[in-house]
Nanobody, 127 residues
Framework: QVHLVESGGGLVQPGGSLRLSCAASGCTFSMYAMGWFRQAPGKDREFAAAISRGSDIRYYSESVKGRFTISRDNAKNTVYLQMDNLKPEDTAVYYC????????????????????WGQGTQVTVSS
């Protein structure tokens, strides 16, 4: 059973940075495409970023492109989301997700393409 645990959320001022981590267990991490999604209060969960198994492919939503960076360390079974120049509209619960794949270029953007989810970590951007 794949188990995902996010960490690194918190309260940050506008313009600040945070790095989220998602530690995976119960799986061969290098066989999984990984994604980050977020859900703001009163809104649906939305795609933020995705990364392929070997980090060759990375996708970002338009709202985070140029400010967020997704990366992974397969030796540590961990995927990261570096968030810079944070804005109040980035306030949300951030979830990581994993999907087993044989494809090196697979980095899904749709929630229904992921089978495994973490419990989420709260990010609040406020002065």
């Amino acid at each position: 059973q794949v188990h995902l645990v996010e960490s690194g959320g918190g309260l940050v001022q506008p313009g600040g940075s945070l790095r989220l981590s998602c530690a995976a267990s119960g799986c061969t991490f290098s066989m999984y495409a990984m994604g980050w999604f977020r859900q703001a209060p009163g809104k649906d969960r939305e795609f933020a970023a995705a990364i392929s198994r070997g980090s060759d492919i990375r996708y970002y939503s338009e709202s985070v492109k140029g400010r967020f960076t997704i990366s992974r360390d397969n030796a540590k079974n961990t995927v990261y989301l570096q968030m810079d120049n944070l804005k109040p509209e980035d306030t949300a619960v951030y979830y990581c997700a994993a999907e087993l794949t044989l494809r090196d270029t697979y980095a899904p953007k749709r929630q229904d393409e992921y089978d495994y989810w973490g419990q989420g970590t709260q990010v609040t951007v406020s002065s």
